[in-house]
């Protein structure tokens, strides 16, 4: 790619809710922006600053305070607690930043804000500096909590079945869980609806999904915000396109990786079920147990991804290494998701997770745990097709006959074969979107070559 040379490169300030999920994709969207010439500083909370050794060293990363300087989040009383008090010390320590900045000479020419912090874009404009919502999760949940601010979708649901724009026919467990869970706790559908609240002014819209997925969401979402622009899939280029070979697996984490690619290595082809729940999900005690003796039990391979704080829940005779399965702490996913040993992955659903499985072309078993975790499975398996939804039932578990029989299905059957070849099809178009001349790809220069016309 032929950098655009210039006097003074546009400068961006990119800043995520700190947690994984949101700082990956945005981290991996800042390299693509400076591989065409712009200049990136990531922002991030002081708590969060120590998980960002991966960051490379030619994008610089500044800090905010989010009123828990040590401990971040897990030093809040609730997830309330935090984000009131991060909405009062946010905005005001990134305007000193934005000031600070200007002062060195290092102006700030666009903020690029997850739309979780919809205060970035009040600061931003401000100071008279271009304002851009970066979407992290996909259209359609995006969609609903839009329909919620407009105060289209009853709250909480009434209906038995949500019927909104370009978007299949909902039941109510296909929604985001914050609707089921509202009566208790109305904060947390408050909080993500909110990022709705000033979008409106923001001067682009970006989402990170491509075109060709979700066609339909995105032909209206158009007609309702004529500057969005899907610029996705986010991840780093060695796992898709291979334009950029320094674009390695750069996951910010906060947990640390263990090797697993050797024991893949020696297993057949296909023959391995993945298993993780991405780096929130706390699944029960009884949840684990089926889980552990569902995988023990089927006769297939697997490798299950429990964090450290999890393992304490695991049934005390399981064996955490054998070469029937392996249990790991935390893995590379995109490493783990792109070996040839990888049949199928049992997953939580989370928008990365959703992305990276259809990128590396592997079919999916979902156990949607919750936020927009439902609609992920729902627009997995009965949209897209690439995968089975384990159900429930009355238990209110995925129990350990219902796990074998759905590897079963997705490994031996003629409809896994079908759903291996819907999940390379995506692969292909993911590919596509992504690459020159590709529709992710031109939102992406168009983007850039209107950062160069300030
Ligand atoms: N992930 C990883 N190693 C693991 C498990 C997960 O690198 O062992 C990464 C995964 O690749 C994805 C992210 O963690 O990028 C999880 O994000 P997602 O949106 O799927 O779920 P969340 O963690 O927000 O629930």
Known sequence: MEKKSVARKPHCLVIAFPSQSHINP????SKLLEHHGV???????????HNLQKVPPSIAVETISDGFDKGGISEAESFKAYTDTFWQVG????????EKLGKIGDYVDCVIYDSFFPWALDVAKRFGIVGVAYLTQNMSVNSIYYHAHLGKLQVPLKESEI?????????????PSFFSTYIEDPFVLDFVVDQFS???KADWILCNTFYELDEEVANWTIGIWPNFRNIGPNIPSMFLDKQYEDDQDYSVTQFKSEDCIQWLNDKPEGSVVYVSFGSLAMLNE????????GLKECSSYFLWVVRASEQIKLPKDFEKESDKGLVVTWCSQLRVLAHKAIGCFVTHCGWNSTLETMCLG????????WSDQPINAKLMTDVWKIGIRAPIGETKFVQRETIKYCIRRMLESEEGKMMKNNSI??????????????????????????????
């Open 26 to 29: 945005m981290l991996q969207f």
């Open 91 to 98: 905005p005001q320590t990134f305007a000193e930043l934005i």
């Open 286 to 293: 009884k949840q684990m147990e089926e889980l552990a003796y």
């Open 198 to 200: 000033n979008i409106d």
């Open 39 to 49: 200049k990136i500083t990531l922002v991030t909370t002081r708590s969060y600053y």
């Open 362 to 369: 592997v079919p999916i078993i979902a156990i949607p745990w």
């Open 425 to 454: 099809q995506l692969k292909t178009l993911a590919l596509k979107a992504i690459s020159k001349g590709g529709s992710s790809y031109e939102n992406i220069i168009e983007f850039t070559n209107n950062l160069f016309s300030f």
């Open 163 to 175: 019927s909104l724009p370009a978007l299949p026919k909902l039941q109510p467990e296909d929604m």
